[in-house]
């Protein structure tokens, strides 16, 4: 076994690799660039080196920069992690001539895989099913927009050397090609800088089903079951479960043997992923329908710890011993599946906004309690594992970077069936608080608990269906929300005053009651609000036109024991700034109190300009200075965290004028172009 690993990623995955390093007493190395000098992976590891800028192409990307600390260190291996170098065949096969092993496959198996047009050939010759589309090397668009028509609309364009979503598009009609032609090799050249793509036809109402594969150097492969990661926001998932809904047995065997029959073909080693659309079939499963290949992702996928969770195996444990050239652990026939097992990806982003990446500091973040799980107590895992594990690679007070992807961490919970795995994800995303960032941490706990995934009704265009359900939900409702601040303002006060009752300021007077009026703001509307103070120290509440009663009791770290009315509940209170955040089980809410001596200059809404959402690269403008546009025209395409972002009119209106040039960069908040409003 290895001594020492260099660990060639950061964030979450890298830390999850060092807790599994540490567990076997493998020393690591991390690597950094400028702006993770005091990330928590770097922490995570015995030592770490810089290697760059903050830019990945800086830092991250950079093969030379690795491979020298790798030596410098005298790590025997490199792990990879997801994302970055992980499915480089040129960085696999750098290591291999440096002499540090690549944890990962042969650089000719990711070779195979990585362009999606290749492993779609290499997919048929081995009697693996296949989407019909057009795969070829010719990519003249008239070419490409012919196949397209060929294969019939809705067609799918995707990056041929791409994943997680970028470099894809859904085409409904030849009208829309040639645009989403242009996005598509743009997003693509930017990220894997190869523009290649294919054209495939969309399967309606798909399942995304991939089946978790290893190999060894000893020509064993096996599968570890399937996950369901259907739940998917402009092509990236959101929600992951293992085992899949609706899955029979004859159905997981036929599509494991597939699986396995892939990663033979290309003479796989170590952890991969074969992925699989499925038509949508009989009944709400939909496991009657055909599967087809997708692609295969030569690495450690986001989503393991769900199959983790399901056997009971640490599957980076798995990883180092076959890369140090040990046989499989097991064999097949001793892989079982316990329980059920869901991971939601806690994202910075603002899901009523288009899913709009979101930056800056974590100001709060706190998690419900928790247990990580047991690994590999015996030769069939360990069982039952904790309720609820977390993959995170951040903390409170540590910031959300624009140069890398938005993800705050994973909540991964198991249940001993999937009824107990929702009720436990719900609750674990109601107590996760956050405050900084826009978060989907609230419309995480909104898709678990939609009708179609509460159904296991599941497909990748849930999120659509559920629209009405998802997306605008009410905050906390206002009553909680200014009781929540109250209590947490009275709790201030108690902490603060002194200990005779002529310097209290909770409202006591020798000749009865007192009132306190304020103003807050809540869900960008303002509230008056009063708490009045009887004889007897009895409170009432009155606010939104109900008058309550009201009782806070403190209960330590931010939490209170409220009495609202009739009602009882638990909420808890942060300060942050000027504002008070409130969580309670229906959800959150940012206040902050109004001075009436300074509202009077509050800033008005900007208007007349569109602004940069997030600091990132001015790709086109979709229209000149001088054109009439209706409302919801696109006019600008930006990039930004390695995604494509496009900004709408606002209005009916008119473009008076350009502020930038494609290719230059913008600072948040910066207005990219000028626009006048006619309605």
């Not at 809404?605 to 001015?618: D, F, I, N, S, Y």
Request: glycine share 10%; hydrophobic share 45%; net charge negative.
């Amino acid at each position: 076994m290895f001594k020492k690993i260099l660990i060639a990623n950061r964030g979450e995955i890298a830390c999850r690799v060092a807790a599994t390093a540490r567990r076997m007493g493998i020393a690591t190395v991390a690597v950094y660039s400028d702006a993770d000098a005091d990330a928590r992976h770097v922490r995570a590891c015995d030592e770490a080196v810089r290697i760059g800028g903050p830019a990945p192409g800086d830092s991250y990307l950079r093969h030379e920069r690795i491979l020298e600390a790798a030596l410098a260190t005298g790590a025997e291996a490199v792990h990879p992690g997801y994302g970055f170098l992980s499915e480089n065949d040129a960085f696999a096969q750098a290591c291999a001539q440096a002499g540090v092993v690549f944890i990962g496959p042969p650089p000719g198996a990711i070779r195979a895989m990585g362009l999606k047009a290749e492993s779609k050939r290499l997919m048929e010759a081995a009697g693996v099913p296949l989407v019909p589309g057009y795969h070829g090397a010719d990519q003249d668009p008239d070419l490409l927009r012919r196949e397209a028509t060929r294969i019939g609309y809705p067609v799918l364009i995707k990056a041929s050397a791409g994943g997680g979503g970028k470099g894809m598009r859904v085409v409904q009609a030849e009208t829309e090609f040639d645009a989403a032609l242009a996005s598509c090799r743009r997003e693509a050249l930017g990220s894997f800088g190869n523009d290649a793509v294919l054209v495939e036809r969309y399967v309606r109402k798909p399942r995304h089903i991939e089946i978790q594969v290893f190999g060894d150097a000893q020509g064993g492969c096996i599968h570890l079951f399937e996950r369901d990661c259907s739940v998917q926001r402009r092509h990236q998932k959101v929600l992951e479960e293992a085992p899949a809904p609706g899955m029979t047995p004859e159905r997981r065997a036929e599509m494991g043997a597939a699986a396995v029959a892939a990663a033979r073909a290309v003479g796989y080693v170590g952890a991969g992923t074969v992925e699989f659309i499925v038509e949508g079939g009989e009944g709400p499963d939909g496991s009657g329908g055909r599967f087809y290949f997708m692609e295969m992702n030569t690495r450690l996928q986001v989503e393991h710890p769900v199959t983790e969770a399901i056997t009971g195996l640490d599957l980076v444990e798995w990883q180092l011993r076959v890369a140090a050239g040990e046989p499989l652990p097991l064999a097949q026939e001793q892989v079982r599946i316990h329980g059920h097992a869901i991971e939601a990806r806690l994202c910075a982003e603002n899901p009523d906004a288009n899913f709009l990446p979101s930056i800056g500091p974590l100001q709060v973040l706190r998690w419900p309690a928790h247990v990580a799980f047991r690994r590999n107590a015996d030769a069939e895992g360990s069982h039952p594992p904790a309720p609820l594990r977390i993959d995170a690679g951040v903390g409170e007070g540590d910031a959300i970077s624009p140069h890398y992807d938005p993800m705050i961490a994973k909540l991964i919970v198991w249940g001993e069936d999937r009824a107990q795995a929702l009720a436990r994800l719900d609750r674990a995303l109601a107590q996760t608080h956050l405050v900084g960032p826009h978060s989907n941490a609230a419309f995480l706990r909104r898709v678990v608990g939609s009708p179609s995934f509460a159904g296991a009704d599941l497909d990748t265009g849930l999120i659509e269906r559920e629209r009405a359900w998802l997306f605008d939900a009410p905050p906390l409702p206002l009553a909680v929300a200014a009781a929540g601040f109250l209590a947490h303002a009275l709790a201030l006060e108690r902490a603060t005053e002194a200990v005779d009752p002529w310097s209290r300021r909770d409202g006591w007077r020798l000749q009865g009651g007192a009132t306190r009026r304020l103003e807050i703001e809540h869900a960008g509307d303002r509230h008056r609000v009063a708490l009045a103070t009887a004889r007897d120290g009895t409170l009432q509440l009155t606010v939104g036109g109900e008058t309550l009663a009201f009782s806070a009791r403190p209960l330590g770290e931010g939490r209170h024991d409220l009495t609202l009315g009739t009602r009882r509940l638990t909420v808890t209170a942060y300060a942050v700034g000027e504002r008070v955040a409130v969580f309670g089980d229906a959800g959150s809410a940012l206040l902050r109190e109004i001075d009436p001596l300074t509202q009077a200059g509050d800033a008005a809404a900007e208007g007349g300009r569109l602004t940069a959402p997030m600091p990132g690269k001015v790709v086109a403008f979709l229209a000149q200075p001088g054109e009439t546009v209706r409302r919801g025209q696109p006019l600008a395409v930006m990039e930004a965290m390695k995604m494509e972002h496009t900004l709408s009119a606002p209005s009916d209106g008119v473009v008076t004028g350009l502020r930038y040039a494609p290719g230059e960069q913008v600072a948040e908040g910066e207005a990219l172009l000028d626009f006048e409003a006619t309605a």
